[in-house]
């Protein structure tokens, strides 16, 4: 820094008088860039790691109650646990997903239902992995599945033109895993003389989904569930009766910026994002799933999602 003497009047000492050269700006402004610089490559790992390292691994669970028109006295207080979009891959570990469907087995279960999308790729070592471990789930009812797009092979965004992978030969391996998987069809859960149904449509982007096959033979008082993997399916049910329809395949936009909410959404009726919607005079519910597909998740925590089923009054 140079300084000029400079005399104040009144006094009999010396001060000094700072002068700033262009220089000494120059290099005073290269500073403050720098470091905004360094602060915002600080900024944006310490992002990176808490949105892969920690948000990606930190499950929430969700409990509503639904109420259900016509619900047998029997099946008052059921309780089904859903899962979906596991999507067991690189960058979703073996140990995480093991902790998610512990954790599941732990809320006591009448009936764990599976939403699609349980591996990402068509690597066989995945969905070997997946499978076994379904072994393990615990419910009084069992566990049901149906078909997510990634497990049929389907990656519309990529405009693939590989065959879909066949849904017939995915029901002998989900038997083999103890696993009921419904590709538009029912089945009857029966308790004290009472029924509920369980529906399951396969994918929306298989080119198969056919919900009049799927709820053929069901009485229009027969309290229902449904098992859809992709929300959008909500607007194609050709007028049937769904008290509640259980979806996922949005990640809940997995990445959602504030003030900004969910940018990346693989669906045509982008509303439907993650919780509770109705859609007509049906109920929706969008999961957030507990896998995602890379980078990571932030603002946006995996889920496991709790149902509760009660009288409509």
């Known amino acids: 820094m140079l300084s000029f003497p400079l005399m104040r009047m009144g006094e ?7 002068f700033r050269t262009k220089a ?8 403050r860039i720098i470091a905004a610089h360094a602060a915002a490559v600080a900024s944006a ?8 390292y920690m948000e990606s691994r930190w499950y929430e669970t969700t409990t509503l109650r639904i109420p259900v028109r016509g619900l047998p006295p029997a099946f008052h207080g059921f309780r089904i ?3 979906s979009d596991i999507h067991l891959s690189s960058v979703v570990p073996m140990s995480f997903v093991d902790r998610c469907l512990e954790g599941a087995c732990d809320l006591d279960p009448d009936l764990i239902v599976l939403t699609g999308d349980y591996v990402t790729t068509r690597d066989s070592k995945y969905s070997d992995q997946i499978l076994r471990a379904f072994r393990g789930l615990r ?10 797009n990634h497990d049929r092979g389907i990656y519309k965004w ?22 009921r998987l419904l590709v538009n069809e029912s089945i009857l859960l029966r308790s004290a003389g009472s029924t509920l149904a369980i529906v399951g449509l396969d994918d929306l982007w298989s080119g198969s989904f056919r919900p009049d096959w799927a709820f053929d033979g069901l009485e229009a008082a027969t309290p229902r569930v449904v098992l859809c993997h992709n929300p959008n399916g909500a607007v194609a049910m050709n007028g049937h009766r ?17 003030l900004v909410g969910a940018r990346w959404l693989p669906t045509e009726h982008r509303q439907f994002v993650a919780g509770l919607y109705r859609v007509g005079s049906n109920l929706l519910y969008v999961n957030r799933g507990i896998g995602h597909l890379p980078p990571a998740r932030f603002n946006c925590h995996p889920e496991i999602s709790v149902f509760e089923l009660a009288p409509a009054h």
């Open 242 to 258: 769904a008290d509640i329809i259980l979806s996922g395949h949005t990640h809940g936009g997995q990445v959602v910026l504030p």
């Open 24 to 31: 000494h700006l120059a290099r005073g402004g290269r500073g």
């Open 45 to 52: 790992t310490v992002a990176a790691v808490y949105s892969f």
């Open 81 to 83: 646990v859903q899962l």
């Open 12 to 18: 009999r000492s010396w001060g000094a008088y700072p």
């Open 139 to 148: 419910a009084r009812a069992g566990t049901i599945a149906v078909l997510g």
């Open 158 to 179: 990529r405009r693939s033109s590989r065959v879909p992978v066949d849904a017939a030969a995915c029901q002998d391996r989900f038997d083999g895993a103890g696993v």
